[in-house]
C-alpha cells in the first residue's frame, strides 16, 4: 500500500494489520473524501490545502478500540488527525503532514442525562442529543447550526459559539462545557478527566492534545422554540432590533442575527416568505414571548414576515431558521456562486447601530454584512461574518484594515494555524497539555505554528511561557 498523502513512509499494509479488528478505509477516494473540511469556505486555504490527504482512515467504536488505535499510531510514530463531522471551517481536521485519520462516528453513545447536563461520547452527533434530550424535557444550553453533522467531541475541540449563546454565552463561559475525557498517544493511552476550568485546557485546541472520548455539556429546559423572521428598511435599524431584542425584558431569545438584503437574494428558500430586497433579522423566540417580539418589531420600524412553529416549518417544507444563520448563511452564499468568501469579526462592545453605520459605506460593494449576537461573560457582544466578494488578498487586508480602523477585530478566517483562526495568541497552556498527552506530537501537531520551537520543553516550561 502506498503512501496517499506522499509525504509518510510508514508500511501502511502493516499498519492496517496491526488495527485490527477495527474498521478501517483504506479506498484512495474514501480517504481523501475524509481528509477534507469546509476549509474551502476560504479561496485562500483551498489553494493551500485542497492537496492535503491522510493516509489510512480507522474508525474505533469503542475506548478500547481507540486505544489500540493511538497505540499503534504510536509506535509507528504516525501524524494523527481526529475527525468528527469534519465540519470545521479552518482545515482543523485536515491531515496536513499525511498519516492516520480517526474518525470518531462510531463512538456515539448517549451515557446520561440528568438535571441540567448530558453526557455523552465524543463521536455523538449533536442532533441526535438535542432529540434525546427532547423527550426528558431538557435541551442543550448551545449548539451549532451543523448540528445535523457535526459531532459532540468536534464542536468541543473546534467550536466556539451557536444557536443558544445570545441567551447562554460562549462555548467557554457560563459552565457551559461541564467536563471532558481525552485519551493520551503514549505507549499504553489512558483516559484523563477535565472538569470544570481545567477543560478549557483541551476545548478549542484542534484536537492537538487529546482525543475527546467523552463530554459533558450544560443543558436547560426545553422550550417550545417559534422560528421568526422580521425585515427593514435599513440595516442599522435590522441591528438596532437586534439589540433591543437582547435587552428586552420580555422576550428571550435563544437567536437573533441580521442579515443585509444583498445576501437574503440567495435564499432562494425564503422567496414568498420574506419580504425582498430588505435586512432581515432571524430568530427563535420561546412561544409565549411570540406577542412581545411583535411589538418590539413594530417599535423597531421592522415588519414581521414569518413567525412558524416547527410543524408550520416542515408543513412548509423550510429549513430550520438558524441555517440562515451562524456560518450557514455563508453556505447558503456559496451554494450559488463559488467566489464568495467570508471574514469574522468582532464587533466594538457594547453592541452600537451606529458604529455598524460607520463602518457600512467605508467597506465597499464588495463586503454584505451579516452580525451574530451572543454573550459573553453576562455582556451582548456581537460578531460580523460578512460575505465577502473576493478578489486579492490585498483586498482582503485592506477590507481587514478598515474594520480595524473603525475599532472591530479580525479573527483571521483564511488561516489554518490554531494561533490566527480562533484564537489570535498562543494558548501555552493547550501546548503543555500536548506535551503531558502526546509527547511525540504526533496529534495534528502542522496546525501550531509555535509548537516545533517549544515541543523540547517540558510541560511546567511551556506554561511559563504564557504567563511571561
Ligand atoms: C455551515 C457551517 C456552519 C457552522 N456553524 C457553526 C456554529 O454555529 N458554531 C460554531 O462554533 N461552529 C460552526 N461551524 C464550524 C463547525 O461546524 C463546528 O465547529 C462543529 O461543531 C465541528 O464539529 P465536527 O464534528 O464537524 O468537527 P470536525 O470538523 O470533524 O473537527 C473539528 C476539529 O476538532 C478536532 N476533533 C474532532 N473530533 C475530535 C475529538 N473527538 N477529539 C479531539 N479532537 C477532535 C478535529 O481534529 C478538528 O481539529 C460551522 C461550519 C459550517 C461549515
Request: aromatic fraction near 8%; charged fraction near 20%.
Amino acid at each position: 500500500m502506498t503512501s496517499i498523502s506522499g509525504k509518510t513512509d510508514i508500511d501502511w499494509e502493516a499498519f492496517a494489520k496491526a488495527l485490527a479488528p477495527v474498521e478501517i478505509i483504506t479506498d484512495t477516494v474514501l480517504v481523501k473524501k475524509r481528509s477534507r473540511d469546509f476549509f474551502w469556505y476560504s479561496p485562500i486555504l483551498n489553494a493551500e490545502l485542497k492537496k492535503c490527504f491522510g493516509d489510512l482512515v480507522a474508525r474505533p467504536k469503542t475506548t478500547e478500540e481507540l486505544a489500540h488505535v493511538l497505540k499503534v499510531a504510536y509506535a509507528h510514530n504516525a501524524p494523527i488527525v481526529l475527525r468528527g463531522g469534519g465540519t470545521g471551517n479552518y482545515g482543523q481536521a485536515v491531515p496536513v503532514d499525511g498519516g492516520l485519520i480517526v474518525e470518531t462516528t462510531a463512538m456515539n453513545r448517549i451515557l446520561e442525562i440528568g438535571d441540567g447536563f448530558v453526557r455523552c461520547e465524543g463521536g455523538a452527533i449533536i442532533a441526535n442529543v438535542n432529540a434525546a434530550l427532547k423527550e426528558q424535557g431538557w435541551e442543550l444550553a448551545m449548539f451549532p447550526s451543523t448540528q445535523d453533522i457535526a459531532t459532540i467531541g468536534g464542536f468541543v475541540a473546534g467550536g466556539s459559539s451557536g444557536i443558544g449563546s445570545v441567551a447562554h454565552g460562549m462555548l467557554r463561559s457560563d459552565g457551559n462545557l461541564i467536563a471532558l475525557k481525552a485519551m493520551s498517544v503514549v505507549d499504553d493511552p489512558q483516559e484523563h478527566l477535565f472538569e470544570g476550568e481545567d477543560a478549557l485546557q483541551i476545548h478549542h485546541a484542534w484536537g492537538m492534545n487529546g482525543a475527546i472520548t467523552e463530554v459533558t455539556l450544560r443543558t436547560v429546559p426545553a422550550r417550545n422554540w417559534i422560528g421568526c423572521m422580521a425585515t427593514f428598511d435599513a440595516y442599522e435599524q435590522a441591528y438596532a432590533a437586534g439589540c433591543a431584542l437582547t435587552t428586552a425584558p420580555d422576550v428571550s431569545p435563544k437567536l437573533v442575527s441580521t442579515v443585509d438584503a444583498r445576501i437574503t437574494a440567495y435564499f432562494p428558500k425564503l422567496a414568498g416568505h420574506i419580504r425582498p430586497n430588505r435586512h432581515l433579522l432571524v430568530s427563535l423566540i420561546p412561544q409565549e414571548d411570540v406577542d412581545a417580539f411583535r411589538g418590539l418589531i413594530e417599535t423597531e420600524g421592522g415588519h414581521v414576515d414569518l413567525i412558524m412553529d416547527d410543524a408550520e416549518r416542515q408543513a412548509k417544507n423550510l429549513p430550520h431558521v438558524f441555517e440562515f444563520s451562524y456560518n450557514h448563511t455563508t453556505l447558503q452564499v456559496l451554494k450559488a456562486d463559488r467566489s464568495a468568501t467570508y471574514q469574522q469579526i468582532g464587533c466594538p462592545i457594547p453592541p452600537d447601530p451606529a458604529k455598524i453605520a460607520a463602518v457600512r459605506p467605508e467597506l465597499g460593494d464588495d463586503v454584505w454584512m451579516h452580525h451574530e449576537f451572543a454573550r459573553l461573560d453576562g455582556q451582548v457582544v456581537t460578531f460580523d461574518l460578512p460575505i465577502i466578494w473576493y478578489s486579492t488578498t490585498e483586498r482582503l487586508n485592506k477590507i481587514n484594515t478598515i474594520y480595524e480602523a473603525h475599532q472591530h477585530s479580525v479573527y483571521d478566517a483564511h488561516t489554518w494555524h490554531v494561533e490566527g483562526a480562533g484564537l489570535k495568541n498562543t494558548d501555552y497552556r493547550h501546548l503543555a497539555w500536548k506535551k503531558r498527552m502526546d509527547p511525540k506530537g504526533l496529534l495534528n501537531s502542522a496546525k501550531s505554528q509555535v509548537w516545533q520551537q517549544i515541543c523540547h520543553l517540558e510541560p511546567d516550561q511551556i506554561e511559563k511561557l504564557g504567563t511571561t
